[in-house]
């Protein structure tokens, strides 16, 4: 049952061709395994809560396409829709009755979105919500929180988190200090700090941009009235509070974290989810503020493919699946199934962990915790989690290849995926 030999020289093979042609052999930083160790596999297919390599080895599946994939990969629905639209063209660069049906949607769901604008990526979203910030406050300034990431715009690459702590960069060279001179940051879940931030910087802040729940830095939940206190600093410093739920969105509850917690921001990015697997990120908040936009308003900004018909099918189609009574409760049980039951095993087999999950998103550091911001995630023993990952995927699961990504369920994982899920947990933690 418990396959613990898998065979991988095809992967090993086209990974090492890979090599030659792209940077790492990669076209994103955290797929090489760096962080983890030993060799990648390289994927043939998907569907469900599974994946197949090209060696045929079968996986179940907790990345998910990095969150997209909430469904489960290739849903039956999400290719029926997409093959649909696809006879009618792949790209229209023209308004289409698709972007007003899933904006309707994305608008009813998320508390804080009266108007919003499609891009190609969650990068692309928080790029576009820092010019509008800056625009509508006249302000430069911004605080973000370290280990949190927004994408690879230069003025967000600044302790942003997994991919950058992965490969052990603090800044990215290229950056200018300029692009980051105005990126002001502060410990996760310490109100504190960012008070001082704003007292410091009194009329100088445009606004403060989180990860509601963080996912880039491994899995941390915002403390009590976190959220709350920085709702209300940024209305006592006049400055616009940012949700970036490009993971959380549509994963901590249909209306994100903001509906979870019941902060509403000004702004908030989205990505991941809402393209159902296809290249969709977007923004949107309060209509006074998203009414500067071009070309409604001054603030640019533009994408040849942004809203584009099979983006926006698989979007649509993807929020109606969401939609069906039990779909976030079912998440919820089988994901605290999962976390509460990794936890359980560490504990039984003598590892110092700790960990947690809300709905579909979990995570699990091997440090005795509590994990409250970037600076505690990385006392993990990642060394520990790396024999950990190797050992989840040669025994058949797929975890991040990172001990500071979370991880992320769908409804296509079933109750026996979860069991024998902890089953090879179970067997690779009593040989860590
Ligand atoms: C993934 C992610 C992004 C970047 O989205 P891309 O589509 O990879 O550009 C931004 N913010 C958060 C919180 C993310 O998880």
Redesign the pocket.
């Known amino acids: 049952m418990v396959n613990t030999t898998i065979k991988t020289t095809k992967s090993q093979e086209v990974f090492a061709a890979a090599q030659n042609l792209m940077p790492g052999g990669v076209s994103s930083p955290v797929r090489a395994f760096k962080s983890v160790g030993g060799q990648p596999i390289v994927f043939d297919r998907v569907k469900g809560a599974y994946i197949w390599d090209v060696d045929g080895n079968q996986y179940i599946d907790y990345v998910g396409t ?1 969150g997209p994939a909430i469904c489960g990969h290739a849903h039956p629905e999400v290719i029926a829709a997409l093959h649909e639209a696809l006879e009618k063209g792949t790209s229209f660069g023209a308004p289409s009755t698709l972007e007003n049906v899933l904006a309707e949607m994305v608008i009813d769901a998320v508390p804080s979105i009266e108007m919003v604008r499609f891009v190609n ?3 692309e979203a ?1 790029m576009g919500v820092l010019r509008l910030m800056r625009a509508f406050t006249n302000r430069e300034k911004i605080i973000k929180f370290e280990g949190c ?3 690879h715009a230069d003025a967000f690459l600044v302790k942003a988190g997994s991919g950058v702590a992965t490969l052990g960069l603090p800044d990215s060279p290229g950056v200018p200090k300029l692009a980051t001179s105005t990126t002001l940051t502060a410990p996760y879940n310490d109100l504190e700090s960012v008070k001082a931030l704003f007292e410091e910087n009194r009329d100088e802040i445009a606004g403060v941009i989180l ?1 509601p729940v963080v ?2 830095a491994g899995f941390i939940a915002p403390d009590a009235g976190f959220l709350e206190g920085l709702r209300e600093l940024t209305h006592e410093y006049g400055a616009l509070l940012v949700f ?1 739920e ?2 959380t969105g549509f994963r901590i509850a249909y209306g994100g974290a903001q509906e979870k917690f019941g902060v509403t921001p000004d702004l908030t ?1 989205l ?2 989810v809402i393209g159902g697997g296809l290249p969709v ?1 977007a923004y949107g908040g309060r209509r006074d503020i998203m009414s500067m936009v071009a070309p409604a308003g001054p603030v640019y900004q533009a994408g040849t493919l942004s809203g584009n018909p099979l983006a926006m099918t698989a979007g649509i189609k993807t929020l109606e699946l969401l939609q069906k009574p039990g779909t976030y409760d079912y998440l919820e049980r089988i994901t605290k199934k999962l976390a509460d039951g990794l936890l359980q095993i560490a504990k039984e087999t003598g590892h110092v962990a700790c960990g947690g999950q809300i709905s579909a998103m979990f995570g699990l550091f091997f440090t005795s915790g509590p994990v409250n911001n970037y600076e505690d995630a990385k006392k993990s023993d990642t060394a520990k989690f790396g024999r950990f990952h190797r050992g989840m995927l040669e025994r058949g699961v797929y975890l991040a290849p990172s001990q500071f990504e979370a991880g992320f369920t769908s409804f296509a994982h079933t109750e026996e995926d979860i069991e024998q899920t902890l089953a090879v947990a179970r067997d690779v933690m009593s040989s860590l």
Do not use: P, Q
């Open positions: 990095w990526s969650g990068t928080c990431y927004h994408g990860e996912g880039n970036d490009v993971m990015t990505g991941k990120g």
